[in-house]
C-alpha cells in the first residue's frame, strides 16, 4: 500500500509540473515596466531639436517631478531639456516632454531618465530614440519574424549581422520572438535585438503570451501590443493579434480611430497573423480585386482564401477588411 501510495504521489506530481504556467521571463531586466513609451520595442523617431515623448505608466496621484533625461551612443551623449510633465487619462501614464538639443548628432541612441514620484526611480532604455536630421521621403526597412528563440537563434544572429551591414533604415519583427516566453528564450532574443544598430520595431506573435490573453512578461520587457509611430508623412501600425489570430472589434475601433487623425500619411499595418490564407499563395493569385467591399468579403470568405484564424471572426475579419479598403492601407 505504501509503495502503491508513493507512486501515485509522484504520478500527481509529474501531471502538476506539465500543467504548470509556463515560467515568466523573471530575471530577463523589465525594461518596459514603468516607462511605455518609447521602448527598445517602440523607439520614437525625433528631429534634431525636437520635441521628444515620454509616457510613464504609474498612478495619478504619484505626483512625478525632479526629471532629468540624456540620450547616449557609442559615440556622443546629449543633456535634454524638460519641457513638462501631465498624466493623461487616455494613457493612464504620466506624459512627460524633452527638448532635445540643436547639436545633437542623428542616429540611433538608448536613454537614461530620473525623476522621483513615491520613490526615486532610474530608467535605462537602450535603443529607443531615433534621431533624424529631417523626415524621410523614403524608407528602406528589413521585415522579419518566427525566429522562436531559443532555437531559431542561430538564424536570428545572421540576421542581426547582416541588417546592421545592409544598414537599412530600420527593421521591423513580427511576432514569434521567442518559442516559449521563458527567461532563457528572452535571453537569447534580446542579446541579438540590442545588438542592432538601427531602429527595431518588434510586434507580439502567439508565442510571446503567458496564457490566453495574458501578456505580462510582453508588456514588461517590450511595452505596448499595439500602437502607432509616425516618421513624417509614414504611419507604421502595429495590431496584436493575440493567441489565436484574431483581432477584437475594440482593437479594429482603435485602428480606425488612428487612421482618421493620419488620412494623408502612406499607412503601414504590420499584424502577426496575416489575412490572406495559403489558397491565395497555392492558385498563385497576386491581385485580388475588390469591387464591392461586402459583396467580395462574402466571395472571399465562402470560398476560404482568408487566414484559418479569422473562421470562427468573421465580423471581426470583416471590419478589419472594410477599413484597409477605406482608409487605403497600402502595405
Known sequence: MKRKTLVIIALLTILIVALAPIPMAKYVKYYAKYVKYPTLSVPEPVLVGGTLEVRIELPPDEELKDFSMSIYNEFYSYDLEFINVSY??????????????????PGFYSFK?????AKSYEIDMPNSVWVLEEWPDELVFIFVGDTKTPAGEPYWAEMVKEANLIHPDFLIFDGDQVDRPYR??????????LALKIPGYGVIGNHEYDAPGVHKTWSKIMGYTNYSVTIGKFLLIALD?????WISMDQAKWFENVLKKNTDKVKILVMHHPIFGYKIK????????VKDIDTDFERLFNEGYFYGSWSEHKEELKELFRIILTYGVRL
Open 241 to 245: 493579434t493575440g493567441m489565436d489570430g
Open 113 to 117: 531618465l530620473t525623476f522621483t514620484g
Open 282 to 289: 497555392d492558385e498563385k493569385i497576386e491581385v485580388v480585386e
Open 88 to 105: 493623461s487619462e487616455y494613457w493612464k501614464s504620466w506624459i512627460a516632454f524633452f527638448k532635445l538639443p540643436n547639436d545633437v548628432k
Open 184 to 193: 532563457s528564450a528572452w535571453e537569447k532574443y534580446l542579446k541579438w535585438w
